[in-house]
DNA sequence: CTCAATGCAAATCTTTTGCATGCTA
DNA sequence: TAGCATGCAAAAGATTTGCATTGAG
């Protein structure tokens, strides 16, 4: 859907490590942790950076299966669990049953969406995005995770908001 | 786990339309839209009542089975089904591909918890409900929820924050 | 050359569904 | 008695796993 080379020019600009876009970051940052960098593993990468929308394995598996063919879900499972082990990716349930991932934001690079919360449609399962308040929200959030980290002993890593409710169509619809 | 008794008492004391206990309230609840009460309901909505705890359909249908053996699990998800659209019980998922119920609020009865929400332990799946802090927490929300309606023409009608992070005992153990 | 990564198929696990039968209202 | 609710078994759907083979480093 996005247009790459437009995609990869951005990210080169704001990076001069050597790689020329957030995949080949997102690439050091795999073989970092001494992973092999695969044909698979660089095409499920390359999809996740180009679609970044609440894919899910299956959604990432077709669109790998057109660069790649021949790949097997399970390996796309198999990737989706190290880039969710290794922070890269974030892991969202919308109440469908389907796992989808969207990128963790990162100041690292610009590629990821910035820190966002989910409006979900539980009838049509339409995600919005929403940035709105969103300085508000995580002052607040930040403060309770502290408070909540000393008084119930946990070593909090991250938090999860999401509004449900009816979408326009959906509404209008009954 | 809980005492039955006591509970029925309290509940007792509590409302005097005729029923004796909060799982007469939600029987009154069920027949009131036209659902028929049969008895493996009366067992699920009781053992929902007495062990209001992120219990899962598997965790519900074994303790039903206790009272009334020949249960079918099917209809443990038929049942929480009903529950669900009736707003009795919400619905949660902790991450581990487990669907989770507790009864919903409600000023009708006391059974419920009050508002609250979770800190989940990403290692072993351990819930601490938590209230500390929920009214401003509401308060924000509320807010966020009115405006974000407004914005994106949806109808809220539920929201759901969840911390996750490492618990005392597992981050002990690496 | 070594061992991690892969593809495939089978297994697993949760939840849903079809259908003949039972039971509530 | 009518038709909703049930139990059972099978199906569905997402994800995981076992294993022989491939390929990155």
Redesign the interface.
Known sequence: MLNTNENDYQLGVSMRNGNRCMGGWLRGKLKGCGYKMTLAREAILDVIVKNNDHLSAEDIYLKVMSSFPGVGLATIYRTLEILVCRQILY?F?F?DGVARYELAESKDFKGSKGHHHH?V??KCSKV?D?T??ID??VK?LN???E???K??????????????????RC?SKR
């Open positions: 892991k349930d109440g409006l449609c539980t919005v929403y709105d308040f508000k929200e607040l403060e309770t995770e408070e909540l980290s008084k119930y002993n946990f070593n909090i890593t991250n938090h999860f908001i999401q509004f449900y409710g009816l979408c326009e509404r």
